[in-house]
């Protein structure tokens, strides 16, 4: 047990920062959750199944991602700790995935099912609250990506991601980088040399 | 009065198809809401401005839009009648909009503040489930767009607006469609005469 409610603490200090959580509202979270740990590379969800959980990372990273038509990686989403992750639609529709998500280090998560998701917002109504502070957030940084997608060369994408992320630059393989941008490689490669030497 | 209050209803009727919203709530919404008529072509917010309400379409058709370096439009959100739309960014965090917004056709709106916006969910706490279920759908629009954009081609693109918003396809002139999938003009005349040649 000691373990266990210890294990909440990264989750109830995340929700503390945006709600007021009640000292027995946050004990009673536990009864929604379960614990899973992933091995690096170790896979949450692969595409084709259903997402049956939600997943808040209580320690680690994960990575969610499209192989497209090549097997090439295209990241949708990096979740460090204190981050949820899903294929958000196969989970609240119960469709098939189109995302993977595997674990990048070792990590250990705590996971939700739909069902017990809506018990939660409906018996803790301030969760609806936490939620929806969330996706507002999670709403800008994608309408952000969507616009930087869109109009942003190769380079301002890499700039952006330096200026703006840094902590995801410093943290990330330059694989990884170049995949969560949507670029090859040898384009994040040649943009770094190009910083490099001005 | 009697327009006042006979120009909630179907901003109510939304809510209720998400939540329980009572009477006396029901009644109470419009202390939080002003309107505003927009004609055809008018903005409602240009870039460079913070956008300082959150707004629902009431009727009509706007739309949001960054203009590239050359001028073009590129369209972020069409909002038909009973979608919200928005900076949200901006809203959010009293930041200058990096989107314009105006009127496709001649449009009624309600307009909600950011301070009213976070009265209305302390005070009516339903909302924040509302609030939290549409900015969920619209999380997973955002994802499936991101999706497309980074791995379909212009054809899939087209192919699949057609299929899968066949109400937009059917009320957005070509040029409005080739803008929000992020094409020219000349791609999507060229994917039409290829499907109809099929």
């Known amino acids: 047990m000691q373990t266990r409610s210890f294990m909440l603490d990264v989750l109830i200090t995340h929700i503390r920062q945006k709600v007021d959580l009640t000292d027995p509202q946050a004990a009673a ?7 899973r740990k992933l091995r690096r590379k170790q896979y ?25 038509d090549k097997g090439t990686e ?12 899903s294929d958000f639609s196969s989970f609240l ?3 098939k995935a189109v995302l993977n998500i595997d674990a990048v ?6 996971l939700i ?25 999670s709403l800008v940084t994608k ?22 992320q840094p902590e995801m630059a410093k943290k990330l393989s330059h694989s990884l980088i170049a995949s969560y941008l949507g670029l090859s ?8 040399k190009k910083i490099t030497l001005r």
């Not at 099912?113 to 301030?126: A, F, G, H, N, W």
């Not at 952000?144 to 060369?153: A, C, E, G, S, V």
């Open 113 to 137: 099912t739909l069902e017990d998701y809506e018990r939660l917002t409906l018996e803790i109504p301030v969760m609806d609250r936490y939620f929806r502070l969330l996706y507002q957030n």
């Open 74 to 85: 295209r990241i949708n989403l990096f979740a460090f700790e204190g981050w949820w992750i």
């Open 44 to 68: 949450l969800l692969q595409e084709g199944e259903v997402c049956r959980t939600l997943a808040f990372v209580n320690s680690g990273l994960l990575k969610s991602y499209l192989l497209d």
């Open 185 to 192: 490689p040898e384009t994040v490669s040649r943009i770094r």
């Open 105 to 110: 280090q070792d990590s250990e998560l705590l």
């Open 29 to 35: 979270l536990q009864s929604f959750f379960s614990l």
């Open 93 to 95: 529709n119960a469709e």
């Open 143 to 164: 309408d952000y990506r969507l616009i930087m997608h869109n109009n942003f060369t190769a380079e301002e994408k890499y700039l952006d991601l330096l200026q703006n």
